[in-house]
DNA sequence: GTGAAAGCGCTAACAC
DNA sequence: GTGTTAGCGCTTTCAC
């Protein structure tokens, strides 16, 4: 009925209750009789004690608390992102706070007031509107913050992500490579580097291959499965069958492209050749199977995490430290050879 | 660089703690003079002081955490359930803390004493393994728990949960509505009363119209794309055009039957209805879109919120309370009217 | 109206 | 080896 805490265990073992919480943290400082150890053992055990988590913390111990905050929790990116994330908690016997702040920078503000108030031991931010002071401010009060995905270039945080450079000319090159050479491009509104990069590679690879740039295929707008759709819809009116291949920003546009395409009554990868960019669950079970480009998402959060747990031990965050990793193509069928 | 707290706050306002704290919440004995009252907010405001909820919580207080205990975060369901959650959470100021057991029994309880260690106010659990013994004896602890979408029969534990049992009659009698007289259905592996509950509105409501139960056209497995997909490759080997619809008992399922269907050069409406049941989000953007059955998960999650906000106001949890939704049939344009 | 002081559950010097 | 004590940041009697 009543909490049972750390004088409840001392009393019923007859031992103080600094006894109990050195059996509690047998790391530092074990020196103590077997016999006293059991005693204490046995009666946490009668009863069932648990230490509370916040009190220990209170006094300068951690909160085993993550935070993530994320622009999109309906995106299975970050969906990925944070399933993968929460595997890592859960094996350190973390808790993970999920937060979406829904693109909004206002929504991501109070997110981060409260984990702050919460004194997570560090927050894991794909940020929709942050600025470097902000940021520094908020590591200045103690906080380690560790940017994922997308960066804020004066910020003096570390941050990791996919090289997206890199995914944009691997999926470029792969499609050169099948013989295409009219390679359409649906992309981001453009307001994350993420996108931006990404853009770049399919540009550079081209002019790299000898291939002219044609501004009339690539269209611009959200990352949804329905702005895909509408955009291939506008390519595949507008272009007819000036282009023989598309690469998509990411898998759910290219999904949504897949469908415009089917819709017409033509055929992937017969007539069109999709590659998208994530590497989303969804993507291997669309109908063809989605070739695409995936992102590091695993080693991403293995690494923010790391950096959160050194940052937390040594008192202080590393300053700014660029972290890329390379991104992988991924073969499926919904690309073919030509020519 | 140094944490602010509420010591700094009263110095800097020339003030004693306990008046910033009564600051804090005006809501209870704000008898103050209007010049104390800036004086302090103004301190507050420049030194941007933000109270630990922690130390807060300690006293007395609740953490403003909610645990998610369920089975699956790769579930499409379950990550609606998530989402709805966080976004009621947000609206309160509430961190939502999301655990997924992974279907197993020991990954839930080592969750649930992570979560009883944070103290949260409360836990939603969608439970894998727990039996009424251990669930009461949480809420003897004191912890605040509500199952939602599984029942545990013995526990002394509010539940909410979808009325799947009308899902089950909704959709059979929709398909019935529409002149299909065989009716295949493919369904979970009976471990879940959800399960359960939506096979025995499709014998019902079969039986109810005259119709024959054939055992040959129910298929059984696990609850995901693949064998939705598997079963069906089944149902249309063996019973050819024994059957013209089928029943899935989830969104996911349905959509691999779908699958299976296409590539088998078949099409759905035209040769096979097929309706699900969850009205997951990607059923609106298959091809073609998926009838469905929806389940009131906003409600659900909505209704668990308040049970355990009152219970921690009232100290107590109400007893066991069964709190059942309506379904709703979400028409669009995998099923069709035959003969 | 406001301050002093006790105490929430725990850890970590410091004694002995 | 083990107990005593102070204190983490806060709220809440109880004085004044």
Redesign the pocket.
Known sequence: MK?V???DVAERA?????????V??PQ??N???K???EKVLRAIEELDYR??IR??S????RTRIIGLVMPDALNPFYQELAYVLEEICYRERYGLLVCSSKNSPTRELTYIDLLERQKVDGIILSTVGLNETKLNSLTKRGIPIVLVDRDVPGADIPVMFTNNYMGGCQATQYLIDLGHKKIACIIGEMNTLSSINRLKGYYDTLQKNGLEIDKKLIKKGKLTFKDGYRLMKELLRKSGDDFTAVFCVNDIVALGAMRAIQEKGKNVPSDYSVIGFDNISLSSISNPPLTTIAQPIKEIAQAAFKTIKRAKRQGSLKKKEHKFWDTKLIVRESCRKIG
């Open positions: 909490k805490t750390i004088k007859g031992v103080s209750t600094s006894t109990v919480s050195r509690l943290s530092i400082n020196y103590m009789r016999e006293t150890r230490p509370d009190a220990q209170l006094r300068g111990m």
